[in-house]
């Protein structure tokens, strides 16, 4: 994805700033990028053409999202600020209501997102606020120590 149609999609990165960390990949996508995942793809779509955790229920709802990364040791907070010893997550929901996105936390306070196929940025967390994956909906943590 160009620089151009990164910031058509996502105009707030233009005052937000922001940096590409990666080349594009189809290897992997955000929801399992924000957990470092880089070999498969996640989504909870009914066909099982995708990984998602076995346990959890193949919904595009923010439950379910919230469900996989508990499993992982996650859990729900009520802020994006950075704290030492944590790694946080933000899930970014549509209009719907439809998990679109999520991002990771780095120890900058900065955070990192895979843009679909597409690269690996580093940004700030509201930079990919808008028509394309919505608004912040649901942070959450947990401690560095936590075994994956």
């Not at 729900?76 to 950075?82: L, S």
């Not at 990771?104 to 940004?123: C, M, N, P, V, Y």
């Amino acid at each position: 994805m160009s620089k151009d149609v990164i910031e058509k999609s996502f105009p707030k990165l233009l005052n937000a700033g922001y940096s590409i960390t990666s080349p594009e990949s189809v290897e992997y996508n955000c929801i399992a990028w924000a957990v470092g995942d880089t070999e498969a793809w996640w989504w909870p779509d009914p066909q099982h053409q995708y990984f998602w955790p076995p346990e959890i229920p193949r919904i595009e709802k923010p439950e379910a999202f919230v469900r996989a990364y508990e499993m992982l040791g996650y859990s729900v907070c009520n802020n994006a600020a950075y704290e030492e010893g944590y790694e946080k997550i933000a899930i970014y929901i549509d209009t719907n209501g439809k998990p679109t996105h999520t991002a990771r936390q780095l120890d900058s306070g900065l955070w990192t997102s895979k843009l679909g196929s597409a690269e690996d940025i580093e940004h700030a967390l509201d930079g990919l606020v808008g028509s394309t994956y919505g608004t912040i909906a649901i942070i959450l943590k947990r401690s560095r120590n936590q075994p994956t």
